[in-house]
């Protein structure tokens, strides 16, 4: 990936965590997942980006597509996909999650956001599929 790619990727994940925080400042945390989700989906509207919520994520075994299905929470601009989350904290299973999500979906960069923490940045995991 060369240095404008990288930039640009920088660019909208600040621009994605940036509407989370304002959500997180105006909301604040102990409100349920679906809530910040569809406040997350407004935002980033209003920013001018294209938001796809819950876009379902084949599941394939030895070349069989199964009758299941992975959602993914937001896939912002066809480029970054968004966990969101409203736990009390983070687990290593979130993590694991996004990063499968992000190979299963041959995507770059994944953003995991919990919104239950006392302030926003604590919550927040970039996770990147292979390297920049």
């Given at each position: 990936?060369?240095?404008?790619?990288?930039?640009?990727?920088?660019?909208?994940?600040?621009?994605?965590?940036?509407?989370?925080?304002?959500?997180?400042?105006?909301?604040?945390?102990?409100?349920?997942?679906?809530?910040?989700?569809?406040?997350?989906?407004?935002?980033?509207?209003?920013?001018?980006?294209?938001?796809?919520?819950?876009?379902?994520?084949?599941?394939y075994y030895k070349g069989h597509k199964l009758h299941k299905d992975f959602r993914i929470d937001l896939l912002v601009e066809d480029k970054i996909i968004v966990?969101?989350?409203?736990?009390?904290?983070?687990?290593?299973?979130?993590?694991?999650?996004?990063?499968?999500?992000?190979?299963?979906?041959?995507?770059?960069?994944?953003?995991?956001?919990?919104?239950?923490?006392?302030?926003?940045?604590?919550?927040?995991?970039?996770?990147?599929?292979?390297?920049?």
């Amino acid at each position: 990936m060369d240095i404008l790619q990288r930039d640009y990727y920088n660019a909208l994940s600040n621009k994605i965590i940036g509407a989370a925080i304002d959500i997180h400042r105006e909301l604040g945390p102990g409100l349920l997942e679906t809530v910040y989700e569809a406040c997350l989906i407004a935002e980033l509207h209003d920013r001018g980006l294209q938001v796809d919520s819950q876009v379902e994520l084949p599941v394939y075994y030895k070349g069989h597509k199964l009758h299941k299905d992975f959602r993914i929470d937001l896939l912002v601009e066809d480029k970054i996909i968004v966990e969101l989350k409203a736990v009390e904290e983070l687990k290593d299973v979130h993590e694991v999650q996004l990063v499968t999500y992000l190979k299963l979906a041959n995507k770059k960069l994944g953003l995991l956001i919990n919104f239950n923490v006392p302030v926003l940045m604590q919550g927040v995991k970039r996770r990147i599929n292979g390297y920049f």
